[in-house]
């Protein structure tokens, strides 16, 4: 099956600063890459996706970019700001068949003021 | 708010006791999922339905059991409850079953086990 390890377990930046989270997965099928933002007490909120035909997709100040050769994707927000702390986490699935996706074991980034 | 909505939020019981997680999807989608997360085991992919029927099976033990129902909620079954049981158990879904789908999860239900 498919195994998906994430790095840095926990980071801090000042804020203003950059936050880079990167995964690599094992599965070669695998070709859509989710990224999820969970917050003390509350469920994972998707905040980016890319598939596997795209190499960067950005959205405001979140980027995610996407190494199908290298088997590794990155989650880079610019410009932290404190409500940007919280655990996040990457996942990978296949675009076919079952939709279940595995998870990272998550990283949690502390925006320090 | 996702849209997919969970009960009970909290709930403790004691080992060998069956309890029943609630959860009802965003309007319009037809997949449910069940996920666990607890501290040493991360996010882990329990069981998947789609428009009534089990679509994938993951890292589910004999003694849970799920089922979608006719107006697509689900329900999660969790029985003969031991310590280790202790979780926040997510439901999610999606709006079609097939892979690459954005699945879109629910606040979570935290299991206590004592």
Known sequence: GENVEQHPSTLSVQEGDSAVIKCTYSDSASNYFPWYKQELGKGPQLIIDIRSNVGEKKDQRIAVTLNKTAKHFSLHITETQPEDSAVYFCAASRQTGANNLFFGTGTRLTVIP | ?114
């Open chain 2, 1 to 114: 708010d996702s849209g997919v909505t969970q009960t009970p939020k909290h709930l403790i019981t004691a080992t060998g006791q069956r309890v029943t997680l609630r959860c009802s999807p965003r309007s319009g989608d037809l997949s449910v999922y069940w996920y666990q997360q607890s501290l040493d085991q991360g996010l882990q992919f329990l069981i998947q339905y789609y428009n009534g029927e089990e679509r994938a099976k993951g890292n589910i033990l004999e003694r849970f059991s799920a089922q979608q129902f006719p107006d697509l909620h689900s329900e999660l079954n969790l029985s003969s409850l031991e310590l280790g049981d202790s979780a926040l158990y997510f439901c999610a879904s999606s709006p079609q079953g097939g892979a690459g789908n954005t699945i879109y999860f629910g606040e979570g239900s935290w299991l206590t086990v004592v």
